[in-house]
Nanobody
């Protein structure tokens, strides 16, 4: 059973930055989702493993950057200019056969991490 592991969450003030990391596996897409209390899990960003094409939710475009290291062993999410609305548990996910049309939906992914809490508060 593949288990992804996230790290890097924590408490940050509004306007601050955090970088999340996740162990990577060979896949078609890897992505970040988040889930706030009482809300459904929502798409944040995705990267096509071959070619490095990236995709973002409108709510984070221009503030968040998804990337991977050259060895393709780690997935990152650099989060800048954080707001309280970004408070959530953040999950990384890997999809072995994900289609582009599925890359922003949870059902497009086969493996998930346990999540890391991000809290934005003054």
């Amino acid at each position: 059973q593949v288990r992804l592991v996230e790290s890097g969450g924590g408490l940050v003030q509004p306007g601050g930055s955090l970088r999340l990391s996740c162990t990577a596996i060979a896949s078609r897409y890897m992505a970040w989702f988040r889930q706030a209390p009482g809300k459904e899990r929502e798409f944040v960003a995705a990267i096509r493993w071959s070619g490095g094409y990236t995709y973002y939710a409108d709510a984070v475009k221009g503030r968040f950057t998804v990337s991977r290291d050259n060895a393709k062993t780690t997935l990152y999410l650099q989060m800048n200019n954080l707001t309280p609305e970004d408070t959530a548990v953040y999950y990384c996910a890997a999809g072995l056969r994900t289609l582009l049309s599925e890359s922003s939906t949870p059902r497009g992914y086969d493996y998930w991490g346990q999540g890391t809490q991000v809290t934005v508060s003054s």
